[in-house]
């Protein structure tokens, strides 16, 4: 049985959500555009281009992956976690990155 397109996906938040905070639900990867309370039925992006804080200094290509901390709630260059593809470059100076976002973790 068909239900959506599946482009947001609600959920129960697993904790307090601020808006654009990145969530991870096990191998999901959402994007909350609205703050919420623990406990709180919502619902977060799970495609679109977005765009995320960067660690200072970092630089990527457009086509490189996405590297995202969960806990700092920021792009990193190296570790983390993969949540999407640049669709930008990023320059050391640049105060966010943009990227597609990919809805799941790949394996490792």
Same mark, same amino acid.
């Given at each position: 049985?068909?239900?959506?397109?599946?482009?947001?996906?609600?959920?129960?938040?697993?904790?307090?959500?601020?808006?654009?905070?990145?969530?991870?639900?096990?191998?999901?990867?959402?994007?909350?555009?609205?703050?919420?309370?623990?406990?709180?039925?919502?619902?977060?992006? !799970?495609?679109?281009?977005?765009?995320?804080?960067?660690?200072?200094?970092?630089?990527?290509?457009?086509?490189?992956?996405? !590297?995202?901390?969960?806990?700092?709630?920021?792009?990193?260059?190296?570790?983390?976690?993969?949540?999407?593809?640049?669709? !930008?470059?990023?320059?050391?100076?640049?105060?966010?990155?943009?990227?597609?976002?990919?809805?799941?973790?790949?394996?490792?």
């Amino acid at each position: 049985m068909y239900l959506h397109e599946g482009h947001t996906i609600e959920f129960t938040a697993p904790s307090d959500i601020v808006g654009d905070q990145v969530v991870q639900l096990g191998k999901l990867i959402l994007i909350c555009p609205v703050g919420c309370s623990k406990g709180t039925f919502t619902a977060g992006a !799970r495609t679109g281009v977005h765009t995320q804080p960067t660690t200072l200094g970092m630089t990527a290509a457009v086509g490189d992956p996405a !590297r995202y901390d969960i806990a700092a709630q920021k792009l990193v260059a190296t570790g983390g976690i993969v949540i999407g593809v640049y669709t !930008r470059p990023v320059a050391a100076t640049d105060a966010g990155g943009t990227f597609v976002l990919v809805p799941t973790v790949p394996a490792t």
